[in-house]
């Protein structure tokens, strides 16, 4: 069993830095990647960033490079996504999101999923 638990999600305004966390628990980590993810209500889940465990190896979207951070301890064994200069459109639920193998974009290839955070951006 695995458990990914977000945090970090709360209400700022446009400009403004956020930082989520992913506390991440359960089966060994080496060959996992773990993906952050955002859901606006009535639309699809889409990709944000994802990071390999065990090497540096990072993925952003295309809205989400240049701006969006993801970094992991393994030492907390925890991911966590550095926000900058956030805009109304990047207001959603985030979700953080496990899999075994390598990277990718697609929703249905990450096995674990946490709860959610939301995130709020005033103009």
């Known amino acids: 069993q695995v458990d990914l638990v977000e945090s970090g999600g709360g209400l700022v305004q446009a400009g403004d830095s956020l930082r989520l966390s992913c506390a991440v628990s359960g089966r060994p980590f080496s060959s996992w990647r773990v993906g952050w993810f955002r859901q606006v209500a009535g639309k699809e889940r889409q990709f944000v960033a994802a990071i390999a465990w065990t090497s540096p190896a990072t993925y952003y979207s295309d809205s989400a490079r240049g701006r969006f951070t993801i970094s992991r301890d393994r030492g907390k064994n925890a991911v966590y996504l550095e926000m900058n200069s956030l805009k109304p459109e990047d207001m959603a639920v985030y979700y953080c999101?496990?899999?075994?193998?390598?990277?990718?974009?697609?929703?249905?290839?990450?096995?674990?999923w946490g709860q959610g955070t939301q995130v709020t951006v005033s103009s």
């Open positions: 999101a496990a899999r075994v193998g390598a990277p990718t974009t697609g929703v249905p290839d990450y096995a674990y």
